[in-house]
């Protein structure tokens, strides 16, 4: 079993960067594909990120490539997922999961979900 616990969001303004972790507990982490999704008011969670259990494949939304990056440090059990030029619209809560296997983008992949944490953009 692997708990995940999100935390770096905040309030921040259009344009603005904001760095979000994900800490996991549990020895298998390092085996896990770590993924970052986020979910507006009155919308379905949408996927943001994905990093493979070696760091060696990142996938991402198109809405945020080349603004958002996605890392990993398995000595620390940690993904991390840095924002920048962060718009009004993408206020949200931002979730990270666990998968062990299945496409990186689909919610359906991940077993294990963090609490979230939320991003508010002002603009």
């Known amino acids: 079993q692997v708990q995940l616990v999100e935390s770096g969001g905040g309030l921040v303004q259009a344009g603005g960067s904001l760095r979000l972790s994900c800490a996991a507990s549990?020895?298998?982490?390092?085996?896990?594909?770590m993924g970052w999704f986020r979910q507006a008011p009155g919308k379905e969670r949408e996927f943001v990120a994905a990093?493979?259990?070696?760091?060696?494949?990142?996938d991402y939304a198109d809405s945020v490539k080349g603004r958002f990056t996605i890392s990993r440090d398995n000595a620390k059990n940690t993904v991390y997922l840095q924002m920048n030029s962060l718009k009004p619209e993408e206020t949200a809560v931002y979730y990270c999961?666990?998968?062990?296997?299945?496409?990186?983008?689909?919610?359906?992949?991940?077993?294990?979900w963090g609490q979230g944490t939320q991003v508010t953009v002002s603009s």
């Open positions: 999961a666990s998968s062990s296997a299945g496409l990186l983008s689909a919610t359906a992949s991940y077993g294990y």
């Open positions: 549990g020895r298998t982490f390092s085996l896990y594909n």
């Open positions: 990093i493979t259990w070696s760091g060696d494949y990142t």
